[in-house]
């Protein structure tokens, strides 16, 4: 048990670390679709969810569950939709268009 | 291989996915690649979950998880998709409200789960701070949400106490949570649910709606730590990294983004600005004298310059008037006039919102000017163009102490000769605070909707 939550715990550690060094520099313009990114990213909860509805052993417990995975799985698919939205009109599109207009 | 280690693994794949989709999505262009990359990791993830064992059989109710994943996917992606670009800072609000909201109740279920099966087991923290902080993400958001669409007002909402209100709320969340863990009622785990719902509003109410996208990127990292929080409680590794990835990087992007605006995180959570000031100054200001013309008269003079540099805000966005705004810039390119756009990192409603805005309406990329290259160039401007921004280009940020804006950087858009200013009203922006460059004499103000402003000056330019 002890073990267990040590080996959680270093996981954590790491993990802190981690997030931080890769967010080091990162360009104003891009803000906001990195925080809808890591957004879709913590929709991993969906996961968690699964996990708690297929073990649920009570009425209370499937309900809760049930709910926890709809919310999960908007988190998931509405994170990654609206990221892909945001990134889709960034530079190449936006320089393709523009020599179409010239072309005119 | 026996099929839980093979599982892990599929995690493991996963996990590498977020830390390399993260990395990804700081570079303009490997941005949408990383998001690609996170989401293939996450679907490995989902499908690697359907044949875990739980508790030594098989995943029970499968039914009814992929029941609640298509009624999640019916509701989610016609709202990704076709929801306005200006909306999208709410709809980011909302769906990083429900991850908050579904890690709490992970949080409670398993505890429940578990408390069932073995009578005696205790409470550990963990459950509590995953009920707790993704409660407060949750309902948090959908204040959040509530401010951006406008469903309540966008200023900041104070009473007498508040501060010492909220304080208390705090410590009563504490104090519930020692409560919790020392006598093992676990009925209180209700009562710190309840709680921790109200401080979620609490502490979002007295935020200006200038403020909220720094909230936002609070609260994300929230959910991403209640999310490593029900990690624990389930013994998931995958949840544990990712959520505190992040948890420690949206700490990080949210100072990054109060750094932008030139304020400290604690003086955006705790200031509760604009209610104060704008209530006399907007009062007083009206009955002083401004310069208004016609949009032709701006047209002449946008027609007579040789560089123009357009400013554009908000409500830029919310009158749709980006497409309208590019034909003008165009017709003054074929004029010979050279003419580019200074964009404030917090123009629109989120660093990088107004960027994502113009591309939209197809504005060249290089035409783009950021903070310090806008500023330089400002000075050998003939025109500066705003519109729908105000906040961004307020003197008193630079000047006047005084101001709740004080030390935010600003585009010296009164560097210029002239100052063409196109506003709805006389009403102040969103901070709700006065702008003097509204009255210096260079500035001619133009009344109406962006959009019908932009069209007449593009018909007015052409005229010339």
Known sequence: ???????????????????????????????????????AIHGVILVGAMLVLGSATTNLEEVLGFVAVILATLNVVGGFVVTDRMLEMFKPKAKAVKKDEVSQ | MSRATLIDLLYLFSATTFIVALKALGSPKRARLGNFVAAVGMIVAIGATFFTRVDGHALRHVGLIVLAMVIGLIIAVPAARFVRMTAMPQLVAIFNGVGGGAAALVSITEFSHIHNSHPATYVTLEVLLG??????????????????????????????GQQILNGLFGLGGLALIVAILVSGTTSLLWVLLALSFVLGVALVLPIGGADVPVLISLLNSFTGLAVA???????????????????????????????????????????????????????????RPVRSGSPEDAGVLLSLASRVAIIPGYGLAVAQAQHVLRELAEELEAKGIEVFYAIHPVAGRMPGHMNVLLAEANVPYEQLKELDEANSELQTCDVALVVGANDTVNPAAADDKSSPIYGMPIIHADAAENVIFLKRSMRPGFAGIENELLYNPKTTLVFGDAKDTVTKLVAAVKAN
């Open chain 1, 1 to 39: 048990m002890v073990n267990q939550l040590l080996q959680y715990a270093t996981v954590l550690m790491l993990s802190i670390f981690v997030g931080i060094e890769i967010i080091a520099k990162v360009p104003a313009i891009l803000h906001t679709p990195l925080m809808s990114g890591s957004n």
């Open chain 2, 229 to 287: 929080a029900s990690g624990f409680t389930l013994g998931n590794n995958l949840l544990i990294i990712a959520g505190t990835l992040v948890g420690a990087s949206g700490i990080l992007l949210t100072r990054l983004m109060s750094k932008a605006m030139g304020r400290s995180l604690g003086n955006v959570l705790f200031s509760a600005f604009g209610s104060a000031t704008s209530a006399g100054a907007g009062a007083a200001g009206e009955q």
């Open chain 2, 131 to 160: 009920v707790l902080i993704g409660t407060v993400s949750f309902s948090g958001s959908a204040v959040a949400y509530a401010k951006l669409q406008e469903l309540m007002t966008g200023r900041p909402v104070t009473y007498p």
